[in-house]
Structures are given as C-alpha cells and as structure tokens.
C-alpha cells in the first residue's frame, strides 16, 4: 500500500510523538529519585556532606547547561538523547557498587553531565520534527502531554520506591534505576532526525554557541521568551523541593504526607494535559494563568490547612500549564539553526534564579515558616502577570 504524502507525514508525527512520550516517562521514572537522600545518611554522610553533594549538581549543571546546547546544535540531537541515560545510569550505578562520598560526587559529575546533555537538545529535535511535518501549532499540546508523562512517571517511582527498598534493599532500588536509563537509552533510538545536510554541516561548537546568542541579541522578541521561561518555571520549580515541609506544617501526619504530594502532583499533571488548550489564548490567557495561579497558591499556602494545600495543588497545575506555554513560545520565536543553545540558555537562566529562590526561601521560612515562604513566592508571579498583561494589551 502507497502512503499518501499527508498520511506519510502523520505517520512519521506519531513516531515522534509515542517516541517522546515513551522517552519522557522512562527518563523521570527512577526509584532512586524519593529515597537517594536515605542511602547517602545510610551511608554515613552528615547533612552538610549530603547538602554539597547537590551544590556539586547544581554547578555541574550550571556550568555545562549552554555549551552542551550549542553542541547540540553543532552534532546529533538524538546522540546526545542516547548518550545522556548511559552516563545518569553509569552514575546511579556507582552509588549502588561503591556507596562512598567520592562514589556519590562521582555520581553527581556524571548525572550533571548526562542531564546538560539532553537538556535544550529533546526540545529542539522535538520541534524541528514536528515543523517538518507541519505540525509545530501542536507542539505545545505534544510537550504538555511529554511532562504529563514525566509527572506520572514521578508519582509512580514514589508509589513503588518503597516496596522495592523493603523487598530488596539500596541495591534493588538502584538495579532497577540503572535499568530504567538503559531504557531511555534505548527508546531514544527511535526519534526520527532530519536535519538539512548543508544548514547543519557539522559545525564546531564554537560557531553553534556564537550563532544562538547572535539570534538573541538580534531579536527582541527571542529576548524576551527566553527571559520568560525561567521567571515562570524556576520558582514553583524550587518550591517542589519544600511542598512535603508544607504539607507536613498544615497538620498531616508523615505517614500521609507521600498522598497528599500525590494530589499536588496530580494538579501539576492535570496543568500539563491542559497545557496545550490554553495556547490560543494567547499572552492575556497566559496572564491570567500566573496571576490566578499565584493567589491561589498565596491563599492556599496561607491557610495551613489540607483544603489550602488543593489550592497549592491548583497553582502547580497553572504553573505547570504556563511552563508548557513559555517554552512554547520560545521555541516559536527562534531559528532551528541555534534552537538548542537558546533552549539551553533558558534553561541555565532557570537554574540561576532558582538558586536564588533556594536562598530566599530558607531566609523567609526559618522565620516565619513555610507557608509564609510558599506565599511570599506567589509575589513574582503576580508580578510577571501584571506584566504580561500590560503586553497583551498593547497587542505584543
């Protein structure tokens, strides 16, 4: 049977897509994820040992974020999706075989090097494809559902961590980690890659890296999706580390804390499906979507109470949906030739700020505590929508 050309190409979209779908659950679907912290204490680390152990993360990320965007302009996008699992795996494995501070820094370095890799490059080969085949107006809804995937690949990892650690120990937990990257590896071999032989010439890193930043600084409206991304994406990011404290803080007990997070992530998830809806909206829409989601989180986190934190969990569902949208349109508003290295610099701009976030909330809730910490972090977003509507009635 002969495929039409329209046919063709919906087949090749439904590759890319089950493909990315796959790669995203898999990638996020990691049992060491909820309990790493416990194996390092098992291990002997005291707390600041343990806490230099995410600093070392975090710079390792920070430094590498940009040049392996620009690499990934300059080779194989879907190599770097195939390499990045294998050095995240070979590092999980290190902690299982050699549970040692050395071992877990080691760890670190390579799960730094392995998620700057694919960082800027999935995005990119995403969006190229689906522009390929005349389908970059569904990329928003594509991404959405992709970390609506991820979310529920992170509620399950927290579902099943537990029993896996009780049945077979550290080392059961870590195996099946290791797996879960040689998975991703694996289904990262199946993206499609089409990339124009003579706009895409293997170029050295150096000219990828210049040719991005140059688009950035050329155009103002590139400027101003890239600083959009993490002004929307870092803060409630950051506050993802601090949500089981909150919970704890509006009376749950510990051993129903991991439901409640549940429900918070199940907003985040639902903000991710609905993502793509709210693309035709357009800036006011997405306005409204920040300016709704920081009071509710305001309000939610202000209660102290367990019908407050299902406001929490509705802000995480806008946040989330809004996250979709910025990098949406970033992604709308830049050349193929530097998408990656552009993707990566948003993406270092929201490690940056969310450090800074880290810092400002440790100041605010060893004070007043954490739900005075989660409100006071709802101010940017307010701020960011007041913004954003000033610009859509302008008619940017």
């Known amino acids: 049977m002969t495929l039409t ?8 979209v439904r590759r890319l897509t ?91 370095v390579l799960w730094g090097i392995g998620g700057a890799l694919c960082s800027g490059a999935l995005e990119a080969l995403v969006y190229d494809e689906l522009e390929r085949g005349g389908a970059s107006d569904r990329y928003a809804r ?13 509620m399950a990892a927290m579902g099943l961590a537990g029993p896996v650690l009780a ?3 550290h080392a059961a937990v870590g195996a099946a980690s290791v797996l879960v990257c040689l998975l991703t590896s694996v289904t990262a071999l199946r993206f499609p890659e089409h990339r124009v032989a003579q706009a ?32 929307v994406a870092a803060v409630w990011g950051a506050l993802d580390e601090y949500t089981p404290l909150l919970v704890r803080e509006a009376g749950v007990a510990d051993v129903a804390v991991p439901w409640v997070l549940l429900v918070i992530w199940g907003g985040a998830t639902a903000g991710s499906l609905l993502a793509g809806e709210g693309e035709r909206f357009g800036t006011g829409g997405l306005a409204l979507l920040l300016g709704g989601g920081g009071v509710a989180l305001a309000v939610g986190a202000v209660a102290g109470t367990v019908a407050g934190l299902l406001l929490v969990a ?29 993707t990566s610099v948003a993406g270092l701009g929201t490690e940056v700020v969310t450090l800074t976030v880290f810092a400002g909330y440790a100041l605010i809730a060893s004070g007043h505590g954490h739900g005075a910490a989660f409100a006071v972090s709802a101010v940017p977003y307010v701020l960011v929508a007041v913004g954003l509507a000033v610009v859509s009635r302008r008619g940017g």
């Open 314 to 342: 509705v802000a995480f569902g806008a946040f989330q949906a809004a996250t979709v949208l910025a990098e949406a349109r970033l992604q709308h508003r830049i050349e193929s030739t530097g998408r990656a290295t552009l």
């Open 142 to 154: 594509v991404l959405g559902r992709a970390r609506a995937a991820g979310l529920v690949a992170v």
């Open 18 to 108: 089950t493909t990315l779908y796959g790669y995203s659950f898999l990638e996020e679907c990691v049992l060491l994820y909820p309990v790493y912290a416990l194996l390092f204490s098992d291990a002997g680390l005291s707390v600041w040992q343990i806490s230099s152990l995410f600093a070392l993360w975090s710079v390792t990320a920070v430094v590498l974020e940009v040049p392996s965007g620009a690499w990934a302009d300059a080779v194989s996008r879907r190599l770097l999706l195939v390499v990045g699992p294998l050095l995240t795996g070979a590092g999980f494995a290190l902690w299982i075989l050699v549970p040692s501070y050395a071992a877990f820094a080691a760890g670190f």
């Open 5 to 12: 050309p329209t046919r063709a190409v919906d087949v090749r």
């Open 200 to 231: 895409e010439e293997r170029r050295s890193w150096g000219v990828a890296l210049r040719a991005g930043l140059g688009e950035a600084r050329r155009d103002r409206s590139v400027r101003g999706a890239l600083l959009l991304v993490p002004a």
């Open 167 to 169: 049945w077979g120990g």
